[in-house]
């Protein structure tokens, strides 16, 4: 009740608990009327989502035309369509990931100096899909961009930064696949 009126970022989590408490307890025709209720708000969500992602690509193409020098806005848009394009790769919708960070680097790269966290971010990102929707296990491939993207990040950021963590475990496993063990471990301590 509470994540329906006060906390709706709360519901899903909430229905998904339910749904199994029902199903445990044997009150299954309970059970299926909160799943169906679970794939409509998700695909609400969804929705809402891919809205989210048009308007602020509609804002951040905006900017760049108009040769906006609002560094701020720009880097917010992009950050934005960043993490839609994560919750895309976390739902396995890999191609719409793809596009979104190919499209945002396209208007970063316009509207941002090349050295910028932001850029890197996605760049990251695309790297990482790279890894993760592998199927036709191009690991070499994989690892050439990879280690570009670290590359980018360390001459941005240094070797120090936060978001490198995330790449350098891709590129381990990727290692590990390739059977260079010396390398995956290298990469896996920073």
Known sequence: NIAEEERQEWLAPSL??????YRMTGRFKMSDKLADRLKDLEKANKK???????KSLSALKKLIVTGSDETDQIEDYCY??????VSYMDAGLWEMSRGLLEKTIVLAREGLPENSLVINNLMDNLAIID?????????LEVKERLVKAIENRKLTAGRAS?????????L???NRRLGLFDEARQNAAG
Do not use: M, P, W
Not at 16 to 21: A, I, K, P, S, T
Not at 48 to 54: A, C, H, L, M, P
Not at 131 to 139: F, I, M, S, V
């Open 16 to 21: 998904v608990r339910l749904v199994d408490l």
């Open 48 to 54: 809402d989502v891919i809205k989210g992602e048009k």
């Open 80 to 85: 934005q369509l960043n993490d839609i394009a």
């Open 131 to 139: 890894l993760k929707d592998n199927h036709n296990e191009k690991y």
């Open 162 to 170: 936060a978001g490198l963590f995330s790449t350098l475990e891709a």
């Open 172 to 174: 381990s496993e990727v």
